[in-house]
C-alpha cells in the first residue's frame, strides 16, 4: 500500500484540517483501485460549506463506478452509514459522501449532524482507474 495526500473539499466555502488528521492509502492492481481513507476533526478544524469532498489516488474510469461504504461518527453520540458516491458530484478524481442514516443527503458541516472535535469518517473501496 502507497500512502497519497487527500485532498479535503467542499462545493462551496473551503474547509481546513487544521490539527486533525486526514490519511489515504492506496494499492493498484492493473486497472483495479483498492483505496482507504480515514478523517477526524481536530479543535482547529473548519468545516466549509457545501457537501465533503474527499481525492482519490487515481482517476477513476466513470464517476458511476465509485460507490462504496463509508462509516461517520459523531464521537460519543452515534455513527452514521454513509455511501462514498461519485455519480453525486460527477466526478472521477474525487468522490462525495452522501448520509444514508437520516438525515439521508451529502455530508455537510451541519449534516447528518454539526460536526467537533473527534468526529470522524472512514471508507475503504475498490474502483477501476481510467
Do not use: H, M
Not at 482547529?44 to 465533503?52: H, I, K, L, Q, R
Not at 477513476?60 to 454513509?82: E, T
Not at 468522490?95 to 451529502?106: D, F, L, N, R, V
Not at 475503504?124 to 482507474?129: C, I, L, S, V
Amino acid at each position: 500500500w502507497t500512502s497519497y495526500n487527500v485532498s479535503w473539499t467542499t462545493s462551496g466555502t473551503q474547509p481546513a484540517i487544521g490539527n486533525g488528521t486526514l490519511t489515504g492509502y492506496y494499492k493498484q492492481i492493473g486497472k483495479t483501485i483498492f483505496v482507504r481513507v480515514k478523517f477526524q476533526a481536530g479543535t482547529t478544524t473548519t468545516f466549509g460549506s457545501g457537501d465533503f469532498r474527499f481525492s482519490l489516488p487515481v482517476a477513476a474510469a466513470s464517476p458511476d463506478g465509485i460507490q462504496f461504504p463509508c462509516s461517520i461518527l459523531d464521537n460519543g453520540v452515534a455513527w452514521y452509514a454513509g455511501i462514498v458516491n461519485g455519480t453525486y458530484a460527477g466526478l472521477t478524481t474525487a468522490t462525495a459522501i452522501i448520509s444514508t442514516t437520516s438525515p439521508a443527503g451529502a455530508i455537510t458541516a451541519t449534516s447528518p449532524f454539526t460536526w467537533g472535535n473527534t468526529d470522524s469518517l472512514q471508507f475503504n473501496g475498490t474502483y477501476e482507474a481510467a
